[in-house]
């Protein structure tokens, strides 16, 4: 819903004020017994309405990001001061962890890239996600680090 000059929030509480203003008008004609059912349906429209607003905003803070780039990836997650930018470039580890134990699938559960510099990032994502990063990562930094295990 949107009202020119007024945020998503309070263009909700004035639409419910005005519906509750028109059907106490409404209700006012109608008798005093008419007006205390009709003011406790506003009341329980507007406490759910808030409620609503709450939740959801409550979520969208909580939300973290994931976002892929030919470079390397940027993760934003809720609580911590900054986002964690990993390049291919600086990383110098891939972790593989592979699920044999559980019912729902067998295979590759997790995989986490790390740096030099302590950076690590793990897809919040599902099994999709996780394997195409354990590709990529294959693909790019398998020349980087198979000439040091050989040397090693």
């Not at 009341?43 to 979520?59: E, M, N, Q």
């Not at 892929?68 to 110098?92: N, Q, Y």
């Amino acid at each position: 819903m949107a009202i020119p000059g007024y945020s998503q929030s309070q263009a909700l509480w004035l639409v419910v004020l005005l519906t509750g203003g028109v059907i106490a008008v409404g209700a006012g004609a109608a008798g005093a017994a008419a007006l205390a059912v009709f003011s406790a349906l506003v009341a329980v429209c507007t406490l759910f309405a808030t409620w609503r607003l709450h939740r959801a905003a409550r979520s969208r803070a909580r939300l973290r990001l994931f976002f892929r780039f030919p470079g390397g990836f940027i993760d934003l997650i809720p609580d911590e001061p900054g986002p964690r930018v990993l390049r291919w470039s600086d990383s110098d580890s891939v972790t593989l962890v592979f699920n044999d134990s559980d019912e729902t699938y067998n295979g590759l559960s997790t995989c986490t890239l790390s740096s030099g510099s302590r950076t690590s990032i793990k897809p919040p994502y599902g099994r999709q996600m996780t394997c195409e990063l354990a590709r990529e990562a294959k693909r790019i930094l398998a020349p980087k680090i198979i000439p040091s295990l050989i040397g090693a």
